[in-house]
Structures are given as C-alpha cells and as structure tokens.
C-alpha cells in the first residue's frame, strides 16, 4: 500500500478574530506576512508555510463560512496551533515579540532535549505552541525523555 503524498494540496484555517487589522498587525510583529491576493476587508491570508495559510476573519466573515455558532477562543478550546521555527533562540524570539504585542503566556519553556517549545494566547484567545525539533536526534532522544517523564 502506497502513502499519498498530497504534493498538490493547500491547506486553509480560518480563525475568527475580533479585528482583522488589528491581528495582523500583531502577526507581522511574529514575522508572518500577508497574501495580498486573498486578503480585504473582513480577513487576512496569514502564510505559514509552503501551502499553508491561516485566514484571519472578522466575526461576520467567519459566520458565512461556518453553519455552527462561533466558539468564544478564551473560554474553548477547539484546536492547538503550533509552528515551527528554524532554532531553538526562535523559540524565545517569537514568543518574546508576541509577548511585546500583547498576547499572554500560556506554557513556559519546555526542553525536551530534542525539542523546545513555548506557548501564547493571542489578542483573541486563541492558543499557539511555537517549536523548534532536531529531527536528527528525535528519534534518540524521544524515548529518554518519555521515561524520565514518567510515561
């Protein structure tokens, strides 16, 4: 049996965001930028990675994509967002910029030797993990780590 590949798929998540500007001035400050092309109005095309976009939009853009009501993002939670950064000082750098343009900490520092991460609440509530792995010596350190956590 073959894997797919998926080589020619995009991927799209909307977030609901009280302001549009607003959030994306605050994820510019992380160093995101902003597809222009499906960007107005009432949302913001957040890249994110190769194919992958994070659409920010107002409360009534979200509602005309969305046949359910609208979750409040500081009292439930529905997904955990993480991405990742090139090294381990990323880590510290993009949550410390987000910090400074008013998100709040969620998790401190987490080392696991083979991968660190932080975690924020943005201006809407929503939560991010920012994270930094070795690949390389992922699979080395992984189950030292699990023991030692008690798992």
Partial sequence: MTTPTHAGRAFFVTLPVADVQRSRAFFAALGFTFDEAFSGEGAACMLVGERASVMLGDHATFAQHSKL??????????????????SREDVDRVVDAALAAGAVEADPLEDLGFMVSRSF?????????????????????AEPAAQGAGV
């Fill in 69 to 86: 009501p609208m979750a409040d993002p500081t009292t439930h939670a529905l997904a955990l967002y993480c991405f990742s950064v090139p």
């Fill in 121 to 141: 609440f943005d201006l809407d509530g929503h939560g991010w993990q920012v994270m930094w792995m070795a690949p390389a010596t992922a699979g080395q350190d």
